[in-house]
């Protein structure tokens, strides 16, 4: 019986759609707008205050209850929550599951290696926004 508690667990907690390098991002408000950090990666996001970020499976899910994470080596998920809705993902590495709900972005705009996802339902100015305010942390 311990087995399979042992082996539940680590299915659980080992197959998560989260990198690990996702445990130092730091969520803050700044005058209406939403922002996360990573250390790490040396990246800064200012997002409008609607959007939500996520940086576990336990905050994904109450961003999105009814839905699975689209892609793995996810460092943070954003989601608005007032009209229009989208998500975007920001990945460790690119994803190969050909979703065509997404538009996939590079970040050759940086000095840090990550992979952009936003959803195709993003109003333009919305999309403008979030790349505009992807910035390198100084």
Known sequence: MNKIIVFASLFL???SSFDKIA???KFDKEEGYNSFTNSELK???LSFGDVFFASNLA????LSPKKKPEFKN???YGKT???PIYDYYILSKDDTSGNKNYTTIDSSF???KFIIKISKKTPKDDYSFILKNLT???
Request: aromatic share 12%.
């Open 13 to 15: 907690f080992g197959c």
């Open 23 to 25: 445990k130092v991002n």
């Open 43 to 45: 990246l800064k996001s």
């Open 59 to 62: 905050e994904f899910k109450k």
């Open 74 to 76: 996810i460092i943070v």
């Open 81 to 83: 929550i007032y009209d």
């Open 110 to 112: 940086t000095d840090s």
């Open 136 to 138: 390198p942390l100084q």
